[in-house]
């Protein structure tokens, strides 16, 4: 039977899964010993895929977009987004303020070489 897997993600889960995905890269990827500007990117990249706003009641700062990890399968197949390769993934980011649907995604070693 054919279906879509989805797994709702926390703040600390995005932000590392985005950290992990920069700093693992790809099969052409060279070592580097300077974690600062992974730090970097991966919580600006964050900051750019996510919604916050301000809870009226508590006063704080809230996430309010919703992240989907997707994947579809039939029986053991996996049609999308590929391979099981931890460096293969697909989310989904909803923002219900504006109704708009990021996808952010990586098919590992399929390049454009």
Partial sequence: SSGINAEYGERQELL???FKHLVLGGPV???DDKIDRYLEIAKGLYKELITVQKNSETKKIELISKVLKVSAWDGDI???PGDEHHQ???YLILNPVNRIVTVFSHDYGKGCW
């Fill in 16 to 18: 590392f899964l985005l």
């Fill in 78 to 80: 996996c049609w999308f």
């Fill in 29 to 31: 990827c060279q070592y």
């Fill in 88 to 90: 293969t993934f697909c």
